[in-house]
């Protein structure tokens, strides 16, 4: 029931191009940059849909630990369903532009399927040699230093645990590739939604207030408690967390505190989908046809209230909007691909004809 991060990648492709000819929807599927593994890197990819230039951006991320298998399929679902149910969320693609990122961390997300060694299940961060060691876990590797990040064990004396935050901040390539993605969109007037996607705890964290300036710009306690009840018809299965006052070396490093209160992203919070398919009987014939639809309905619904929640702050009109981010469109590239080696075969059969006769 899980899939390979080959799979998702095809899976997108294939959702790409399929939706490629509907205007409103306006799909592209992008290569951001490559890993930091030197053998052997991989490439950590964007699908955008929804109308661009309008300012107001939600970006989904997932996978930064390598061992989190179901939330890159939930994002891709969650993507599927907001494009695929035609005149219900034309108005709403029409409005603002959906950007998902499934598997942040490619590398550590392939390494944790190995069968061998049998630690591989458990490995959740990714693969760079540094020093010796294998891996950072990406999901503490944001923030400033003595600020947000910087507070669990550092150099050799951390490097070996599977929590460790790195030996500076954004010292990973996919950190740093995900962190000019979010800032080129959250500049300007851009009004931008980040949601970090995890699974199984049931919780909407909000980011940190770690600056008194940002404290009554946006009541972020209010939003992670508006989600909590309304992201599941079920108001009571998730529960909206209350962040430590202070920074430690088990709340350190986390992609949404920075995203909120130093790349200006309006809202960013954590959202631990609920173990549907695990602990709960209701609609027991989807949970045995496809467990990660009931998944993808929480993230839906979260996904669309982070819109609302944008479409509710107005815009800057005297500033611009950041619209195209530089990349590789993957889809193009596929399709070009695939027309010229129809062309070679087409070539090569020709020729082989020839000879024959």
């Known amino acids: 029931r899980f899939r390979s991060s080959k799979e998702v990648t095809d899976m997108q492709t294939d959702i ?10 306006a799909i592209k599927y992008m290569s951001l940059g490559k890993t930091g593994d030197k053998k052997n890197p991989k490439t950590v990819k964007v699908l955008q849909f929804g109308k661009p230039g309008t300012g107001r951006n939600v970006i989904l991320v997932s996978a930064l630990r390598g061992c989190e298998w179901v939330s890159p399929l939930a994002t891709t679902h ?3 369903a907001l494009m695929g149910r035609g005149t219900t969320t034309v108005e709403l693609l ?15 997300f392939d390494f944790s399927r190995r069968k061998s060694p049998a630690s591989a299940r458990h490995w959740c961060k990714n693969r ?40 500076q901040n954004f010292s990973e390539p996919e950190t740093r590739i995900i962190k000019r993605y979010i800032e080129h969109f ?27 300036e940002h404290d009554e710009v946006i009541n972020v306690d209010w939003a992670a408690s508006f989600l909590s009840k309304h992201v599941t018809l079920e108001s009571s299965m998730y529960t909206a967390v209350k962040r430590d006052p202070t920074f430690h070396k088990a709340n350190t490093g986390q992609m949404i505190d920075w995203a909120h209160t ?18 709960t009987r209701a609609n027991h014939a989807l ?15 979260a996904t669309v209230l982070a819109a609302q ?18 990349g590789r469109d993957l889809t193009l590239n596929s399709q070009t691909a695939s027309s010229a080696a129809t062309q070679k075969g087409s070539g090569a059969d020709h020729k082989k004809k020839k000879k024959r006769k």
């Open 186 to 212: 959250s500049t300007g007037r851009g009004r931008v939604a980040l949601l970090d996607v995890k699974c199984c705890g049931a919780r909407i964290k909000p980011p940190q207030l770690y600056r008194k």
């Open 262 to 279: 130093e790349a200006n992203v309006d809202h960013a919070y954590v959202v631990d989908l609920k173990s549907q398919s695990l602990t």
């Open 128 to 167: 760079r040699v540094i020093h010796g060691a294998h891996g950072v876990d990406l999901s503490r590797n944001w923030g400033l230093d003595g600020v947000t990040w910087g507070f669990a064990k550092r150099g050799k004396d951390g490097q070996n645990h599977m929590g460790f935050q790195g030996h």
């Open 78 to 80: 969650t993507a599927l």
């Open 94 to 108: 029409n409005k603002v532009r959906f950007h998902v990122i499934s598997i942040a961390n490619p590398e550590g």
């Open 16 to 25: 790409a191009n399929h939706y490629r000819k509907r205007k409103a929807i």
């Open 309 to 326: 929640l944008l479409l509710a702050m107005p815009l800057n009109k005297s500033t611009p909007v950041n619209t195209n981010f530089p």
């Open 287 to 301: 949970i045995d046809k496809d467990p990660f639809l009931m998944l993808s309905a929480d993230l839906e619904r």
